[in-house]
């Protein structure tokens, strides 16, 4: 069985730096991946290599197989790769009920549809509410996004890649900013992603990390450095040094 | 299954797409004008093309977020294909000629709609501009097609489904006019309250978003432009067909800026906005045309900066302390002795 996304030898230039170099990664079906490393060694840009929103220099991306290299960022959604962004990225103007109607409509294909109202579709109202109970946005769903506390606007950001129904699902640091206080809802709606759902997580926090994952990948300066399973990752000496800021060269 | 959060869901939705009383009262109004104005019917039909310009504009611009000033190129070309077909005998009924020009003037959005899909907004402010200019100079260089300078002459219309004649006094005009705009109208409301128009909503909001939920944004902006240069064209075919004549100033710049204007007068991304600034903008132009045939303009610009100093917002603000303002009076003189405290912000 092919794995649900791969990567082969990828890399990203912009100019003069090598933001990704010669990463193959890859992540298990049904797997829960972490990829974990310091400020600016690349994760975000790898996320945006694998939607799409990047072209790599070189390299190939394989989504269950097939060669998705070449293929537009709005098509790798509807092939079943969603993610969300480690900066809020939410329709300012719409409220929770619109947006995830929206996504909802795009998924089912009716998003061009000119001729009849938002909703009047079977299954999209009961979709939005199953998204909206799942996430606890009853109390603000009638409100404009850009009114939502921080915390409710990254429940918001989860639902959405969510309500794509993806079979790859790419977290990028989905409680970063989050006060303790709504955290654990966060954390807990990730918990509860379902099971068939492949999770690509980037993370800076440790605990979540290790209580989440089942494989971590260490990236450092735009390489992959060293995978394994969280036990051996934590025990791993040159992921410590990493993370205690050493040197690799001395 | 129709739990109580489903049907709170479903109600909300369908909300958006019903008639308001202030929707509905608008278009009562616009009709009895037919019976109770009938010596304005001139400029009524003025209003109504211009406003039918406006939503055009009002559905790339308020809903799609695309800035264009040269809005014109599609109204002009709609206009000169309306004419000339006319003109030339091939199409004279002018329900038939409304249709060909609007898919006339749509053709040529589609085209020129992959020239603003790159760029920021000064960049499409740009090339619509371009666009605008060069095909006003191609109909003044086709003077043997277009006469130029002098006007497209000789258009004379067919009675509309070959019933009603246009009249001097414009009657039938402002009638045909106003029953264009309102099903015009209509599909446009319809359109921007669809799957389709929450989606241009999200483009204009977040284009990263939409597109890493499956929204191809280019494609989008490709349909609601090319929908918008065919209701623009079908407004310029409407004024050929009401004046019989076309003359250059229908591509003209001062055009596409004068829509753009009623559009900031009457507030975009609401589609009255360009009905209620048509209103407003031709009604002032009238007035103070009147007072001061050759200074008008100096009040329009005048309006104008105060209009975007001033900000919407604050109108809004001003808005409500009037309603406020009203009730409390209201309240007041109906008890006659306490002074009322503020009503609560949930007036409707």
């Known amino acids: ?250 | 299954m129709t739990t109580p959060l489903a049907d709170q869901v479903s109600r909300y939705l369908a909300r958006r797409d019903r008639w308001t009383a202030p929707e509905i009262a608008f278009w009562l109004v616009a009709a009895a004008s037919i019976f109770l104005l009938p010596g304005k019917h001139l400029i009524l039909t003025e209003i109504a093309i211009l406003g039918l310009f406006a939503l055009s504009l009002d559905l790339i611009l308020g809903y799609a977020g695309i800035i264009s000033l040269g809005q014109a190129a599609y109204f002009g070309f709609g206009a000169y294909t309306a004419g000339l077909i006319a003109k030339y005998g091939f199409v004279t009924e002018p329900v038939t000629g409304l249709v060909v020009s609007g898919i006339a003037a749509a053709a040529l959005g589609f085209v020129t709609s992959f020239l603003v899909l790159r760029g920021s907004d000064l960049t499409r402010l740009m090339v619509t501009l371009g666009v605008a200019l060069v095909l006003r100079e191609i109909a003044n260089r086709l003077d043997w097609l277009t006469g130029g300078a002098d006007g497209l002459q000789g258009v004379t219309m067919a009675p509309i489904l070959g019933r009603f004649s246009f009249d001097i006094a414009g009657h039938t005009a402002y009638v045909y006019s106003l029953v264009v705009l309102f099903l015009l109208f209509l599909f446009c409301r319809r359109l921007v309250n669809s799957p389709f128009g929450l989606s241009l909503r999200a483009v204009k909001g977040n284009p990263t978003r939409a597109a890493a939920v499956g929204i191809s944004v280019n494609a989008r902006l490709v349909a609601i432009y090319t929908v918008a240069a065919g209701i623009a064209g079908i407004a310029g075919a409407l004024l050929t067909q009401t004046t019989q004549f076309a003359s250059l100033d229908v591509l003209d710049f001062n055009r596409s800026a004068d829509v753009l204007l009623v559009l900031v007068i009457g507030g975009i991304g609401y589609l009255y906005g360009g009905l209620i600034g048509a209103i407003l903008f031709k009604l002032m132009q009238d007035y103070l045309a009147s007072v001061t045939p050759q200074y008008w303009q100096f009040w329009i610009g005048l309006l104008l900066v105060i209009l975007v100093l001033v900000g919407r917002e604050r109108l809004a603000a001003f808005r409500a302390w009037i309603r406020h303002l009203i009730a409390r009076v209201f309240r007041t003189g109906g008890s006659g002795a306490v002074t009322a405290s503020a009503p609560s912000a949930k007036e409707p």
Request: net charge negative; aromatic share 4%; proline share 5%.
């Open chain 1, 1 to 250: 069985m092919a794995p649900a996304l791969q990567t082969l030898a990828l890399e990203k230039r912009f100019g003069g730096l090598l933001a990704t170099s010669d990463v193959s990664l890859t992540v298990e079906k049904g797997a829960r991946h972490a990829l974990i490393g310091p400020n600016g060694a690349g994760k975000t840009t790898i996320i945006n290599l694998l939607t799409g929103v990047l072209r790599p220099t070189a390299g190939r991306i394989l989504l269950e197989g097939r060669d998705i290299t070449e293929i537009e960022a709005y098509e790798r959604v509807r092939l079943g790769v969603a993610r969300t962004f480690q900066i809020n990225q939410l329709f300012a103007d719409l409220t929770p009920v619109e947006t995830l109607g929206l996504a909802v409509s795009e998924r089912m294909g009716t998003g061009t549809h000119w001729w009849r109202p938002v909703g009047t579709r079977e299954g999209v109202t009961e979709e939005i509410v199953a998204l909206i109970e799942a996430f606890g946005l009853a109390d603000v769903m009638h409100e404009r996004t850009a009114t939502l506390p921080y915390g409710k606007q990254r429940l918001l950001e989860i639902a959405l890649a969510i309500a794509c129904r993806p079979r790859v699902l790419l977290l990028d640091e989905p409680a970063a900013g989050v006060p303790d206080a709504e955290r654990h809802e966060i954390l807990a709606s990730i918990a509860a992603l379902p099971k068939d759902v492949t999770v690509l997580l980037i993370e800076h926090d440790m605990d979540v990390v290790f209580s989440f994952a089942d494989r971590i990948s260490v990236l450092v300066n735009g390489s992959l450095f060293v995978e394994g399973t969280p036990d051996e990752v934590a025990r791993d000496p040159r992921v410590k040094a990493v993370y205690l800021g050493e040197s690799l060269d001395g």
